[in-house]
């Protein structure tokens, strides 16, 4: 609780920094109309992300964004986005297998620094919501420090953590997959590694587990700093 309440105060700081930026963009992020925590779970805006990247390398290469506003009793497909990121890099032979993302189809994206932009006026005053939550996060403050000078505070909840949570004692390498965590609520097989598909498949499971939790549960609950 200590950790996490020091978490919290690191994060207060960053966004109270953040509101003195000169980058338009930065200053309405961190002036948005943030939730309190203490809002109920189910009633708490979020935004649903994924990124399709050249490897887990920490500098691989952003090839697709994927979002999805939504809350925990609807999606809201009008505001889903999919966007190819441009990289003129050689990319991982086997990260390319799994996503199809090739060299050819990565060099016709959309510059990063405009879809960053994009994804940064989404999330603003909605909490990111991600399986296994810490590589969309680490890749975005990556991205906003190269592109901005700083790496952005991010509200999150990681669906691969609050599994974990609810059913902590599966077993097996695949028992915390988001394909295996999906089965358990009995929601439908999705093709993975496309942006979009994935972040959708995390806003549907994280809505699923919140039906396992109290109606009591706030977002402050849930939230990892």
Not at 121 to 134: D, F, Q, S
Not at 163 to 182: H, K, M, Q, T
Request: aromatic residues 6%; proline residues 5%; charged residues 20%.
């Amino acid at each position: 609780m200590v950790s996490a309440r020091i978490a919290r105060w690191r994060q207060e700081r960053a966004f109270k920094s953040l509101a003195s930026s000169d980058q338009a963009l930065l200053h309405a992020y961190a002036a948005a109309d943030w939730p309190d925590p203490a809002t109920p779970a189910r009633e708490a805006p979020f935004l649903a992300l994924d990124f399709e990247l050249d490897g887990l390398r920490k500098d691989a290469h952003l090839l697709q964004a994927g979002w999805v506003p939504f809350t925990g009793r609807g999606i809201a497909m009008a505001g889903a986005q999919s966007i190819d990121i441009r990289s003129y890099a050689q990319l991982d032979d086997e990260a390319v297998t799994i996503h199809g993302i090739g060299e050819q189809r990565a060099a016709q994206g959309e510059p990063v620094a405009k879809v960053i932009a994009a994804l940064i006026e989404a999330m603003a005053g909605r909490v990111m919501v991600a399986h296994a939550a810490g590589i969309e996060k680490s890749s975005l403050q990556r991205m906003t420090q190269k592109l901005f000078g700083e790496p952005i505070p991010i509200r999150q909840v990681c669906t691969l953590s609050l599994e974990r949570r609810i059913n902590p004692n599966c077993i097996g390498p695949e028992a915390y997959r988001l394909a295996s965590c999906r089965k358990r609520y009995g929601l439908p097989e999705y093709q993975a590694h496309d942006a979009l598909t994935d972040a959708i498949a995390a806003a549907e499971l994280f809505q699923a587990q919140l039906t396992r939790l109290s109606s009591a549960t706030t977002l402050g609950d849930l939230e990892h700093g």
